[in-house]
């Protein structure tokens, strides 16, 4: 247990000389028998003496005078004199804690002002309140801004909309509004009370790169369409003639017949991607029938995996529509439900379903196939990623199919979902925002 700290030599003395002072007072009162009322003045004037120093005491720290020295000489007592060294060896202490504090705040301000990106700091209103000089530099901001709303100086709808979410996952990127040629990255983040970050790179050179990939993915693919077409035609027609020719050359013409197919599938598939990559925010044009769609895929993917001899069965809404693009639902859909037959064994057991439920509409593709080691999951939307590259290849794959979803689904503000056992089977699905979901009339 803790003891309660012994009372000061200060306060000791102070109580001995008020008991001292009224045993005087008493002795004094003695001859006339007015013991108590001596006692009472004395106990007075020494209740006078304390509010005295109270009061001078309370001017004193008023005045805050840090050091002892600088107070002007006057004996308060003992016990207030200690008072007062307590309170200025605790405002020493609380001074020393404040500059610790305004250091390590300035050390924080010159190394964010030293920062290349913009940082600004936005209060519980909405309004600037700080910013280093890159913001300047970068987005333009003046002294004159301080405190107005930021949605007043940054004014595009799509900042505004980004700036009003509960909270930012993505970061924005938009031109810059100083000048069109620069492309801005923003990303904000909530602090305290309803405190915002606001943190701005200038992206343009990552942005130009990335174009300047895009264009050149889609040109050499539309380039290499050309001379493909050529060349399949020529394989075609010396197939023709493949019975008079020697063994081998007939081999090795179906084999560059072979590859020549499954590079205009990647180049096609290609096209694809750079056609999805360049219409991200284009608006939903109509609505598609997709139970009608899975019936048709399936016959396809019947004919498709024929050798295979798996079974498609389907688990439906039929009356659940869905606002869309239909050329590239059908892509993403139909990418997932040959990767179930090319990654299932002979006699496998498909099921593709679609209805709504709270989280959204889902597209499910489920297979009884070779299924995913966890690892990979993260990996297999990105280009060219195989998880068995020589499976792929051997089963026709162009490694392009998962991107192409991913695209496609992002372009409906959807997600894909994966869910897998190696060795039991996969389950991909696609999820659209409930909002996106029609009625059949
Ligand atoms: P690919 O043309 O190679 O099939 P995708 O992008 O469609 O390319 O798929 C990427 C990789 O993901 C595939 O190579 C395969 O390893 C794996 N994969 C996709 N779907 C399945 C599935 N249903 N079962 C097992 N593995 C799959």
Known sequence: MKSSPSPSPALRREVLRFALGLVLAALLGLPWHLSLLFMLIAACLNWLRHIYALFKLHGMMRARIMHH?????????????????????????????????????????????????AVVLIDGRSNLEWWNPSAERILGLKLSDRNQPITNFLRDPRFVEYFRQSDYKEPLHLPSHIDQRRHLQYEITRFGNNDRLLICWDVTVLHNLEAMRKDFVANVSHELRTPLTVLAGYIE???????????????????????????????????????????????????????????????????????????????????????????????????LITNAIKYSPDDGHIVLGWHKNARGIWFSVQDNGIGIDPRHHTRLTERFYRVDASRSKASGGTGLGLAIVKHVLLNHQGSLHLQSTPGEGSTFSALFPGDLARYRP
């Open 237 to 335: 027609a010396m197939q023709d003639q493949a019975r008079e020719m020697p063994g081998r050359w007939s081999r090795a013409l179906g084999q560059m017949q072979a590859q020549t197919q499954r590079m205009s599938y990647i180049v096609n598939d290609l096209l694809t991607l750079a056609r999805l990559e360049t219409t991200r925010a284009r608006v939903l044009p109509s609505v598609v029938d997709v139970p009608a769609m899975i019936h048709e895929m399936r016959q396809d993917a019947l004919v498709y995996g024929a050798d295979k001899q798996q079974t498609i069965d389907l688990d439906i809404d039929e009356q659940l529509l869905i606002h869309g693009v239909e050329e590239d639902l059908r892509s993403a859909f139909m990418n």
């Open 69 to 117: 020295e600088d107070y002007p000489a006057l004996y308060l007592g003992a016990m207030w004199e200690e008072v007062l060294t307590l309170i200025i060896k605790s405002w020493k202490a609380e001074e020393r804690a404040r500059h610790r504090l305004e250091n390590v705040i300035e050390r924080a301000r010159s190394s964010i002002s030293a920062l290349e990106e």
